[in-house]
C-alpha cells in the first residue's frame, strides 16, 4: 500500500512584498527569523509582530536548549500565527511554536506527550536544501542523549510554504552549495528508499535532475550565474521535501548527524561527506535493486556511464563544494566508535529508510574510511 501527502499549501511569490501584501503581518504574529534577512525584507511590513531572532538564542545547529529559552521569551504573548523565515533550522525551531504545549522540548522528542497544533504556520525557506517548509519533520541536538533526533508528526506540517526566490541573494556560494547537496541528496535517498512510492519518484527524478543540471551551469558559467537559477533550485528543494517527507531519507542522514551533533558541521555539509561512499556500498551490496533505475537516471542527466554515476557525482560536487575528510573537522579515532554507537541505537527512525541494511561493522567501516 503507498500513501503520499501533500501538504501545505505551496505559494510560489515574486517578491517579499508581494509576499507581505497577501499575509498581512500584525500584532498576533511570532516571527522566528535571523537579523540579516528580517531588517531589509520584512521590517517595514511586521506592524507589531514579535521578532525573535535565533542567533540571540545561541549559534550553531538548533537544539533543545535554545527551544527552550526562546519559548521562555515568548511565553505570555500571545500569538495565533507563527512565521518561520530562514534556513533548515529557523524552519525546524519555528514549526515546535505552532504547538499547544512544546515544553520540556526533550519530552516532546522522546514521544513522553502528543504535539497537538494550535496556531497557523507559515515557514519560508532563505535556502535551496532543507525541504523543511514541506516537510512534518523537526530536528534537534537533544542535551537528554547528547545527539540530534527528528520528531516527525503531521502537527507540525505547516499551513503554508512559502517560495520567494529574491531571498536567496543574500545567501553566500558556500551556504548555497552545501544546502542544495542537501537537497540533492533528499531526492536520491528518497528515491531508493522502501518507502518510496511512484508520487515520490517523480518528485525525487525532477529535483536531482533539476539540481545536477543547475551544478552543470554553475560549473561551466562560473558561481555568479547562480543567480539565473535560484527560482530553480528553491522549486527542486521543495520537490525533493516533498519525496523525502513521504519516502524518508536513509543512511546518509543518519551517518552524518552525530558528525554534525558533536562537531556542528551544518547539515548539508555533514551529509556531503558521507554521500557518495554509502551509495557505493549500496551498489556493492545489491547492485540489482533499484539502484540500478537510478544509475540510468543519474547517467543520462550526467552524460556517463552506469558504473561511474557516483564518480562523476563526486568530481561534480568537488566543484562546487571542496570535500574534507572526517579528521578535517576535528574527528578522533575513538569518535568512530561512538558515532557508530549512535547510528545503532539513536537513527533507527532514518536507518529503516536505507537502501539495504547496513551491520555495525559496515558502518564502522565507513567511519573509518572517510576518516
Ligand atoms: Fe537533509
Redesign the pocket.
Known sequence: MNNFKLSPEIILSDTCEEFCEKFKIGKNDLIITNEYIYKPYFESYANGATVIYRRDFGSGEPSDKMVEAIYNTVKDINFERVLGIGG?SILDVAKLFALEKLTPVCDLFEKKFKPAKNKKLVLIPTTC???SEVTNIS?LHLSSINSKLGLADDEILADYAVLIPELLEVLPFKVFAASSI??L??SIESFVSPKSSVFTEMYSIEAMKMILNGFKNIVQNGNDSLRNHFTDFLIASTYAGIA?GNAG?GAV?AM?YPLGSIYHVA??ES?YVFFTEIFKIYQKLNPNGKIKRLNKILSETLDCSEENVFDEIENLLYKILPKKSLKGYGTTEEDLQLFTDNVITKQGRLMSNAYVSLDRDTIYNIYKSLY
Open positions: 533548515g536544501g532543507t525541504g530536528v542537501d537537497a541528496i533528499h523525502f531519507c542522514h552524518s547539515h548539508g551529509n
